[in-house]
């Protein structure tokens, strides 16, 4: 049961009160109370980090900085009035429902570090660098989630923010497969970026969500892409490595057999939507 | 007509829209005590010991009930008619627990706080028994989940509780297998269905206290308070004559709350400390330990000639009625009983089967009420059929369908845990509703696939449904109407209204037959002691039973008003008429106003209060029929099935208010579609519902249903009140066969087990 409530206003304030009492940071609550309520989560102390002085989403050396409590429909009308990368509002729009969206934060969700989760797999995709305070020191998305809900932090720290990489000329798919089409966990999604240049791979990156312990995405192999010819033989192969790489377990949402056959036919679907017909 | 078929809003819209106090968690004593349940973490298992002592230290609890403590009368929860078809297999707690939430103990306390403190510190020691989680397996199974020899059911339901059946039927007219000798074509296919879940949006909540006389008042979010007081009389051994139930607005019941849930438990609470009291049920009690619908599996096979006659259907079920057998042979019988004479022109049918105990979450009424199982069985046999014979199969329908003026043997041989009613269909537009449904979807040009694009494939697909208008000779709903000085009336039912917008039918309906304005009927229900009694709301009852009742007791008033005025006019009855505000000398120029004859009835002149009552049993339950057409979307990389459009047309006779009807058939539709698509049901190894809450359990939100269109076709019941018929239910029933056909159609995937997921679709895709 919470006895403690806690509004600290600087970086250093929070960061003391996070070490002496290892409270849990509520921005939004979207997640921390509906685990609260099933007992997931038992906590004396929640922290509130809403009334931290932050600036708000920005553009900063070419980048897209977005801080601790920014909200994803903040993020989108960021992503609208500044004409960004569509994929990245692909995503947001399919995370929840308009309320939670309109109280459930990017930076909450790479801290929850579900390999559903739909924020973690942008920011795999747009290579995060997680700011990290009070250390204000920064490191990459795959190095900050170690495994299933478990992040790289120390008891004093917090995420201040998520830096990601602002990318043009880039073709992009994005899907999620979920048992409904609105308010949804993903059964597996597939995000992917491609520039190209004379029908060959000049970068390529692609992520899966909820069939690893968390986000597959694999750089060596999308190393060795550059320079290919895009077609369907390439992708076909990508969809046979991926489906080998790929490490699902069966939960309530479908089998881990399902989620293979996902994962090898939403590379082919991206190849499709992206270089064939497109119907979407 | 003036009041029947007007689109008006209904009576509570407005009350509710606003967040009026009108629901029971609203009404219950402001110091009632809180009310939680202790529940079984075991499939199966016998309490060895329970001890209380540490959790009664509590501050604030104020009881803690075990089974020792309370009355152990074997009841059954189900609402139905009495004596009830479903065994006598309950208890108030019992010493053995049967499903993971079953009850085990009851704790009353001043705050939620206390109380949930005092459920972690109840100790229990179990002995725990092998659970019967497969329902294919139960039959024989060496445990028998009812070994008590108190249960007991009330009459021949092919009940054996050694062999874990709760009830067993069978009936056949002609000789199936002789017939089948004859068939050119054969199909036998096997189906399943799972466990829906309800989903109202009011949780069951239950309040009860004891009035100035030491009566046991219950305030109850039930469709069938007449039914609990009975049931509660049982169960303590009090007289029904000490027992009251009222029925606020409810939020929903579907046939959930067609049963006592949190009733008992109140009332034990109450009539142990003489306090208030109230429970309302998590959503996670709900799914875990309220009703689902009952899972149940068909074997069918169906017979025709090369020219496309149907000659036999033979359908074998087998249902799941979780650990309580409640509703276990009626929901199982109207799988027959509410598809089979759809083809009414077989030379020999066959219906038969069991129901049997498992330790699961306890199966009961849902709407659609087995008519939904046994239609995904039926209406997707007959397609495959249709397709062996290489005949359409809305040809292969129309031809072997029933059609107006005919009838059916199973009406007489099956009703609802008894023998059935003969009866014609008087009114019957099944051919009606198929032809404006292909010209609504434009089956002619999209039947059966186009071809979006490489990985996209459309198809359309069909079912044709029926359900009743109540129990013929079975359901019984009565009215009062009663005349206010001003000239309004008073209608009191024991018509159970959940949110379906039936006090406003009911009034229309008085208002029609009076010719007043509805908003001159004020409408009361229900409460056992102020209105007159009614079976509740379920089988698709209150507009055709209770509705009859209404008219008759308004054309009974009528008549009143009419004999009161010629009095008051000096006149004979035969010279003098009423209008709605009039009662007039029909060849004069004598008359008086409604309100003043009113005002001097009560007042001053020849004084009275004018009453009439009246009740209604059906002698018939005149079927609704519908037509249902899906158009889907199938993504044949991720099994994903898009429903594009959905088009049902409705013979529900004459719709009292069109725009009420309306909405009963589109909410039946989208529980239809939860069933076909969404609405999965899983259980870990060691029995606990895991689909038990909303994240897991996935109902359609507004981006899965795609285009919804209901159309209604002319049609008049002459046993209904105006050519009514029932609409309750009738919505429900064709989504899963019609859009599984879709399926099939659009991608040549036949799936026969509900829901019909992405990972079936995928996986069948790939094995083809």
Redesign the interface.
Known sequence: MIKNYFRPKTIDELSELKYKTNGYLFSGGTDLFVKLRAGIIDTDTVIDTKYLDTKGIEIKDKKLFIPINATYNELRYFIKENKLNNILEDIVKTIGSPMIRNRGTPVGNISNASPAGDFVLASYLFNAQILIEPSSKKIPIKDFIKSPGQINLEQNEFVYGIELELLTDYKFYF?K?G???????S?ASIGILIKEEDNKINDIRIAFGSVAPTILRDENLEKTLIGKTIDEELFKYLANEYQKLSSPITD????K??RK??VH??V??AY?NLF??V?R | MKEVTRKIPKKDALGLLLGKPVYTDDLAPKNSLIVKLLRSPHAFAKIKNIDISEASKIEGVECILTYKDVPRNPITRAGQGYPEPSPHDWYILDEYVRYVGDEVAIVAGKDEKCVNEALKKIKVEYEIFEPVLDFEKAEGHPSIIHPEKETHPMFEIGFDAQKNIAASYEMEIGSVEEELKKCDVVISERFYTQAQAHVAFEPHTAASYIDMHGRLIIISSTQVPFHVRRIIAEAFDIPIKNIRVIKPRIGGGFGGKQAVHGEPFVAAVTLKTGKPAKIVYTRQEVFEATYSRHPMRYDITLGASKDGKLKVIDMKGLSDTGAYGEHALTTFMVAGSKTLPLYNKVDAVRFSGKVVYTNKVPAGAYRGYGAIQGNFALESAIDMLAEKLGMDPIEFRKKNMIREGETSPIFKIMGEGREGVDMIVRSCKLNECVEEGMKLINWKEKFPRKK?????YRGVGMAIAMQGSGIANIDMGAAVLKLNDDGSFNLLIGATDLGTGSDTILAQIAAEVLNVPTEDIIVYSSDTDLTPFDVGAYASSTTYVSGNAVKRAAEKMRKLIIKEGALKLGLDESNVDFDGKYIYEKNGSKKVSLKELATVLLYTENQKQLIADASYVGEESPPPFMAGFAEVEVDI????V?LINYIAVVDCGVTINPNLARIQVEGGLVQGIGMAL?E?V?YSPNGKL??NNL??Y?I?????IGNIIVKFVESYEPTGPFGAKSVAEIGIDTPPAAIANAIYNAVGVRIKTLPI???KV??SL?NK
């Open positions: 899907e497969v048992r409904r089409n609105a308010m949804i966990i059964i309530v949402r479908a089998t057999e399902y056959s996902l036919n939403l082919i679907k499709n064939e017909k119907v | 979006i694009s490489e990985t996209k990389e991720t099994g994903k898009k969404f999965d899983k895991l689909t994240m897991h996935k359609p939100s507004r981006a899965d997921t992405p990972e995928l996986m790939n």
